[in-house]
């Protein structure tokens, strides 16, 4: 199965380069997709030495995390796709065993979980309390039994994901298709992942304003009609996951 790595990138001069070549290192049949989502810093630049290798794209104007991926999902031509963060916290080395629950039959979806492995360092109290609370109210509200909602990565069946209504411009893209899949009573599978934390000095991007954003999607997806009606596909369909 082919794998399509979606990677939205703003301001990651620095990190970009690196990642790339990481992500092209890993020995599957995949594409990866980059979108350079208003970047001012040189990451453009930087991004003209994998235009061959990759597929670039880019956004005149910042418009999100969320916006970047859906433009991608454009240009997909893989079975699976993944989502990649820019920096250097998530490792590419971890892709196979992402993608192993879904080229077995056994999943749809899969995230890869920070805590699963017991020894992941967390970025801080807050991001790590802060995550916590929003796996606990994704569990609560749609009776998910996940450990790290906000992981960096999400892994779907391509026809799944892009079946589902994303509408989120930022960061809130993860607890909106998180939202959707647990409306859809998709079931999430989670494989443990390593993590290389970044502070805010060194460059994250997270802020406390996302957190709140994150929390009012989750509350939102979960009680408001307009946005359950839009969840609910339109054509009933069997489910992808088969069981051994």
Same mark, same amino acid.
């Given at each position: 199965? *082919?794998?399509?790595?979606?990677?939205?990138?703003?301001?990651? @001069?620095?990190?970009?380069?690196?990642?790339?070549?990481?992500?092209?290192?890993?020995?599957?049949?995949?594409?990866?997709?980059?979108?350079?989502?208003?970047?001012?810093?040189?990451?453009?630049?930087?991004?003209?030495?994998? @235009?061959?290798?990759?597929?670039?794209? /880019? #956004?005149?104007?910042?418009?999100? *995390?969320?916006?970047?991926?859906?433009? @991608?999902?454009?240009?997909?031509?893989?079975?699976?796709?993944?989502?990649? +963060?820019? +920096?250097?916290?998530?490792? !590419?080395?971890?892709?196979?065993? $992402?993608?192993?629950? =879904?080229?077995?039959? %056994?999943?749809?979806?899969?995230?890869?979980?920070?805590?699963?492995?017991?020894?992941?360092?967390?970025?801080?109290?807050?991001?790590?309390?802060?995550?916590?609370? $929003?796996?606990?109210?994704? %569990?609560?509200?749609?009776? $998910?039994?996940?450990?790290?909602?906000?992981?960096?990565?999400?892994?779907?069946?391509?026809?799944?994901?892009?079946?589902?209504?994303?509408?989120?411009?930022?960061?809130?893209?993860?607890?909106?298709?998180?939202?959707?899949?647990?409306?859809? #009573? &998709?079931? =999430?599978?989670?494989?443990?992942?390593?993590?290389? !934390?970044?502070?805010?000095?060194?460059?994250? *991007?997270? /802020?406390?304003?996302?957190? $709140?954003?994150? &929390?009012?999607?989750?509350?939102?997806?979960?009680?408001? /009609?307009?946005?359950?009606? @839009?969840?609910?596909?339109?054509?009933?369909?069997? !489910?992808?996951?088969?069981?051994?």
């Amino acid at each position: 199965m *082919k794998l399509s790595v979606i990677l939205p990138v703003v301001n990651e @001069a620095h990190t970009i380069g690196p990642i790339l070549e990481r992500v092209l290192a890993v020995p599957l049949d995949k594409e990866i997709i980059v979108v350079d989502d208003g970047s001012t810093d040189g990451t453009w630049e930087t991004l003209q030495h994998y @235009a061959t290798a990759c597929t670039v794209l /880019r #956004h005149a104007h910042n418009r999100g *995390k969320g916006a970047a991926i859906r433009t @991608a999902l454009g240009h997909v031509t893989g079975d699976i796709v993944i989502t990649q +963060d820019a +920096d250097l916290e998530y490792d !590419p080395e971890d892709y196979r065993k $992402l993608i192993e629950p =879904i080229v077995n039959g %056994n999943a749809d979806v899969v995230y890869g979980s920070r805590l699963l492995n017991g020894r992941s360092p967390s970025a801080g109290f807050a991001f790590y309390l802060g995550g916590r609370f $929003l796996t606990w109210l994704a %569990n609560f509200l749609y009776g $998910l039994h996940i450990t790290d909602e906000a992981t960096g990565y999400k892994v779907f069946r391509t026809q799944l994901i892009r079946g589902l209504p994303l509408a989120s411009k930022g960061f809130e893209f993860c607890p909106e298709v998180t939202a959707l899949l647990g409306l859809r #009573h &998709i079931p =999430i599978v989670e494989v443990p992942i390593g993590y290389h !934390p970044r502070s805010v000095a060194e460059g994250k *991007k997270i /802020r406390w304003r996302d957190g $709140l954003m994150a &929390i009012w999607i989750l509350i939102r997806y979960r009680f408001s /009609r307009a946005a359950q009606f @839009a969840a609910a596909p339109t054509v009933k369909t069997q !489910p992808f996951v088969r069981h051994p």
